[in-house]
């Protein structure tokens, strides 16, 4: 991780669950983490440790990322859905995080269009960077995102060739 981490502009994430895991990663040379389950404590943000990690580390060099499925966010590799809706949870969590990583987990791989106006309701509810992905499909979806400020993430639809990029 380290060699490509000094390579590129890489923002790592996947089981990140301690300030010390996350500052070892930033100390291979990420530029930013990814915290995702770890940032819920039943059906709660994690203030605490959101606080905490952000003193730390700072909030500039951390990434939340949101799931969502069926309105509600979920965790635990999208197999524990919380009752807590993603706009809530990024409400919450705005002080501790420079930026937001959505997934419509609904959509995802699906190669159907993402939610648009789940979307809308998330870039309405932070002023902080938002990436979105899960289903995102078509040109048309990225130039809408983008509009909005948001950017994208897109997997399935480039890796089958649909999205030529």
């Known amino acids: ?60 060099r951390l990434i939340a990322a949101v799931d969502g499925k069926g309105g509600k966010v979920v965790v635990n590799g999208w197999r524990t859905a919380l009752d807590i809706s993603p706009v809530e949870a990024i409400r919450v969590l705005e002080p501790f995080f ?21 979307v809308r309701a998330l870039r309405a509810t932070t002023a902080r960077a938002l990436t979105a992905a899960g289903g995102i499909t078509t040109r048309e979806e990225i130039d809408e995102l983008d509009a909005m400020n948001v950017d994208a993430v897109v997997g399935m639809a480039v890796y089958t060739g649909k999205l030529k990029i």
């Open 1 to 60: 991780m380290a060699r490509i981490c000094h390579a590129l502009p890489c923002r790592v994430g996947g089981g990140v669950r301690s300030i010390e895991r996350a500052q070892a990663i930033l100390e291979l040379g990420a530029r930013k983490v990814i915290l995702g389950s770890s940032l819920f404590t039943g059906n709660f943000v994690n203030i605490d440790f959101a606080r905490t990690l952000s003193e730390h580390v700072g909030h500039e």
């Open 98 to 118: 420079s930026e937001f990583l959505y997934t419509h987990v609904d959509l995802e791989g699906l190669m159907k269009g993402t939610d648009m106006n789940a």
